[in-house]
C-alpha cells in the first residue's frame, strides 16, 4: 500500500488505528493496556499479610496492656493497703480479662473500621 506520493501517512494512520483498535480489545478482555500498571498476586497478598500483622501486633499489644497495667493497680494497692499479694493477683486477672476483651473487640470489628451508624 505504500507508494511514492504519501503512501507511508497512510500506514501510520493504519498503524495507529491498529494499535488503539487492539488498546480497546485487550481491555475488554481485562488485560492492561500498554504501559498500565496491574498489581500482580504478590502485591495483593503482600497487603493482606501487612494488614494481619498490623492486626497481630495490636492484638499482643492490648494483652499485654492489659496485664502490666491491671498487675501494676494491683501492686501499688497492694504496697498501699498492706495486703500482699492478693490485689496484685485480683487486678493482674482482671487486667488479663480486660484484654482479652479488647482483643474480642479489635477483631470482631472489619478491617475497614467501624461500622456507620445512621
Same mark, same amino acid.
Given at each position: 500500500?505504500?507508494?511514492?506520493?504519501?503512501?507511508?501517512?497512510?500506514?501510520?494512520?493504519?498503524?495507529?488505528?491498529?494499535?488503539?483498535?487492539?488498546?480497546?480489545?485487550?481491555?475488554?478482555?481485562?488485560?492492561?493496556?500498554?504501559? *498500565?500498571? $496491574?498489581?500482580?498476586?504478590?502485591? @495483593?497478598?503482600?497487603? &493482606?499479610?501487612?494488614?494481619?500483622?498490623? %492486626? !497481630?501486633?495490636?492484638?499482643?499489644? *492490648?494483652? $499485654?496492656?492489659?496485664?502490666?497495667? @491491671?498487675?501494676?493497680? &494491683?501492686?501499688?494497692?497492694?504496697?498501699? %493497703? !498492706?495486703?500482699?499479694?492478693?490485689?496484685?493477683?485480683?487486678?493482674?486477672?482482671?487486667?488479663?480479662?480486660?484484654?482479652?476483651?479488647?482483643?474480642?473487640?479489635?477483631?470482631?470489628?472489619?478491617?475497614?473500621?467501624?461500622?456507620?451508624?445512621?
Amino acid at each position: 500500500m505504500a507508494n511514492n506520493d504519501g503512501g507511508d501517512v497512510g500506514d501510520r494512520d493504519l498503524r495507529a488505528r491498529m494499535d488503539a483498535l487492539s488498546a480497546r480489545i485487550e481491555a475488554q478482555r481485562g488485560k492492561p493496556a500498554a504501559g *498500565e500498571h $496491574v498489581p500482580t498476586e504478590t502485591e @495483593g497478598s503482600a497487603r &493482606g499479610w501487612q494488614k494481619a500483622m498490623s %492486626l !497481630g501486633f495490636r492484638v499482643v499489644s *492490648e494483652l $499485654v496492656a492489659g496485664i502490666i497495667v @491491671g498487675g501494676g493497680i &494491683g501492686y501499688l494497692l497492694d504496697k498501699w %493497703l !498492706g495486703t500482699k499479694p492478693f490485689l496484685l493477683i485480683l487486678f493482674g486477672l482482671l487486667g488479663t480479662a480486660g484484654g482479652f476483651w479488647n482483643i474480642i473487640r479489635s477483631t470482631s470489628m472489619p478491617l475497614s473500621g467501624p461500622p456507620r451508624q445512621g
